[in-house]
C-alpha cells in the first residue's frame, strides 16, 4: 500500500471525524425539538444545519471515504455499488439496501424538496443520523490496523 493511499486516507479520516463533530451537535440540538407542522426561525435553522451536515456526512463516507479505503486495499474502486458491497463485506455496514436507504436521503436533501414535506424529512433524518454515527464508527475501527502508529 502506498504512502499517498494512506496520507489520503488519513486527511479523510480527519474530515471524517470533523464532520461528525459537527452532525453530532446538530443532532444533539434537534432531538429536543419536536416534529411538528409549523418551527420558529431558530428551530428551522437548526433542522436545517442538521439535514446539511447529515447530507455532507453520508456523501463523505459513501462517495469518499469507501473508496480511499478501497485504494488503500489495493482493491478497484468500481462503481458506488461496488464499494458498498466491499463495506459489507468487511462488516462497515450492515447491508447495501440500508446504505442505499441513507444515499436515498441524502438524495433528498441536496435535491428540492417541497416546504409542505418538513416535517416527514426532518423525522427521517432524525432517524437516520444514528445509523450514520454507527457506520462511521465501524469505519474509524476498521481503519485502526491502518492510522496506527507503531
Same mark, same amino acid.
Given at each position: 500500500?502506498?504512502?499517498?493511499?494512506?496520507?489520503?486516507?488519513?486527511?479523510?479520516?480527519?474530515?471524517?471525524?470533523?464532520?461528525?463533530?459537527?452532525?453530532?451537535?446538530?443532532?444533539?440540538?434537534?432531538?429536543?425539538?419536536?416534529?411538528?407542522?409549523?418551527?420558529?426561525?431558530?428551530?428551522?435553522?437548526?433542522?436545517?444545519?442538521?439535514?446539511?451536515?447529515?447530507?455532507?456526512?453520508?456523501?463523505?463516507?459513501?462517495? $469518499?471515504?469507501?473508496?480511499?479505503?478501497?485504494?488503500?486495499?489495493?482493491?478497484?474502486?468500481?462503481?458506488?455499488?461496488?464499494?458498498?458491497?466491499?463495506?459489507? $463485506?468487511?462488516?462497515?455496514?450492515?447491508?447495501?439496501?440500508?446504505?442505499?436507504?441513507? $444515499?436515498?436521503?441524502?438524495?433528498?436533501?441536496?435535491?428540492?424538496?417541497?416546504?409542505?414535506?418538513? $416535517?416527514?424529512?426532518?423525522?427521517?433524518?432524525?432517524?437516520?443520523?444514528?445509523?450514520?454515527?454507527?457506520?462511521?464508527?465501524?469505519?474509524?475501527?476498521?481503519?485502526?490496523?491502518?492510522?496506527?502508529?507503531?
Amino acid at each position: 500500500m502506498g504512502d499517498l493511499a494512506l496520507e489520503n486516507l488519513q486527511r479523510d479520516l480527519g474530515n471524517l471525524n470533523s464532520s461528525l463533530t459537527w452532525l453530532r451537535r446538530s443532532f444533539e440540538r434537534c432531538t429536543v425539538l419536536t416534529i411538528k407542522d409549523e418551527y420558529t426561525d431558530d428551530e428551522y435553522d437548526q433542522f436545517e444545519n442538521l439535514t446539511s451536515r447529515y447530507a455532507r456526512t453520508t456523501d463523505l463516507l459513501i462517495s $469518499k471515504l469507501f473508496r480511499s479505503l478501497d485504494t488503500v486495499e489495493l482493491t478497484d474502486s468500481g462503481s458506488i455499488i461496488d464499494a458498498a458491497n466491499r463495506a459489507e $463485506k468487511r462488516g462497515i455496514i450492515d447491508s447495501v439496501s440500508a446504505l442505499r436507504e441513507l $444515499k436515498d436521503l441524502r438524495n433528498e436533501i441536496t435535491h428540492e424538496y417541497e416546504p409542505n414535506d418538513l $416535517k416527514d424529512l426532518f423525522a427521517a433524518v432524525l432517524e437516520a443520523t444514528p445509523r450514520v454515527f454507527s457506520i462511521a464508527e465501524r469505519f474509524l475501527q476498521y481503519c485502526e490496523r491502518y492510522t496506527r502508529t507503531s
